[in-house]
């Protein structure tokens, strides 16, 4: 992505972020196992047509926040105690992840979650299983999804435990597609993949968001490349938010530029003499 893509990127947050608002969370806490703590009030706002990047190191909370939007945590003994999350202005706090399917919004699973013994086109129509719109309209998407991933449609007949870790993420991300969502939450896209491969990965979801109208909020320890693809991005730390912003602020920020994008100002110690505590207390002071 060049520099003129970038700002032309830019120049989208401002209307990105004054559109309809579509995912509200409002101060939610996260416990685990009845004792574990894991998310400390935390807020945040995903606006229609608009990607938003949640930011952070392993362990801040950003799965955990994917998860309790979509109604996963109770397989892994996790439960919201406060706060409240609406889709649309409704609580959705209480829906069945297939239900909140059925609404638009759609979780791709941290670790290129497949059916390795389908094949990967039956891979991606098991992504339309919610869907009462017609075998016609899911064909017509099956191919929309082959338009933005061709090299699926190569290994369509493939099995997808035999495919490349790059090629099951494509398929991941294509099955969350046949749902037809609204919104995507998407978890770690880059994990694992070569950095060619996450360059393709986030290329299709900016086309994604700028050709289909679907909204992302993506969960990505990598900021660099997050800032450069996101309209507005909140930070984590230790499972709260302490500093949001849109992209091109974020990526000016000098602790932002220190400590996540390995920038340093001249004169200024680096990351490993600075412990996350200090951090946190500069940012939220």
């Not at 309809?20 to 009845?34: A, G, M, P």
């Not at 919004?105 to 129509?125: A, K, P």
């Given at each position: 992505m060049d520099q003129a893509a970038t700002v032309e990127n830019d120049s989208q947050q401002g209307a990105a972020t004054?559109?309809?608002?579509?995912?509200?969370?409002?101060?939610?806490?996260?416990?685990?196992?009845?004792?574990?703590?894991?998310?400390k009030g935390v807020s945040l706002s995903v606006p229609k047509g608009g990607i938003t990047a949640l930011l952070g190191g392993n362990g801040a909370g950003k799965t955990t926040t994917l998860k309790a939007v979509s109604n996963l945590l109770h397989s892994e003994r996790g439960l919201v105690t406060k706060g409240s999350i609406q889709y649309r202005g409704n609580s959705i706090t209480n829906l069945s992840p297939s239900d909140l399917v059925k609404q638009g919004?759609?979780?791709?699973?941290?670790?290129?979650?497949?059916?390795?013994?389908?094949?990967?086109?039956?891979?991606?129509?098991t992504g339309a299983y919610t869907r009462s719109d017609g075998k016609a309209a899911v064909n017509k998407d099956l191919e929309m999804v082959y338009e933005y991933f061709p090299r699926l449609q190569e290994r369509r007949k493939s099995q997808a435990g035999y495919t490349s870790g790059g090629e099951q993420q494509m398929c991941a991300i294509g099955r969350a597609l046949m749902s037809s969502p609204e919104t995507i939450l998407l978890d770690e896209p880059s994990m694992g993949l070569a950095p060619q491969l996450v360059e393709e990965i986030f290329e299709i979801v900016k086309r994604l968001n700028e050709q289909e109208g679907v909204s992302f909020l993506l969960a990505e320890q990598n900021t660099n490349i997050a800032l450069r693809y996101a309209h507005y991005g909140y930070i984590l730390e230790s499972g709260r938010v302490v500093m949001d912003g849109s992209a091109s602020d974020l990526r000016e920020n000098p602790d932002v530029r220190e400590f996540y994008l390995g920038v340093a100002e001249e004169g200024k110690r680096g990351f490993r003499n600075v412990r996350s505590y200090r951090r946190r207390k500069r940012w939220l002071s």
């Open positions: 004054a559109a309809e608002s579509l995912l509200e969370i409002n101060n939610i806490e996260v416990i685990y196992n009845h004792v574990i703590l894991v998310l919004v759609v979780q791709v699973m941290e670790g290129r979650h497949c059916f390795e013994h389908l094949t990967v086109e039956d891979n991606l129509l």
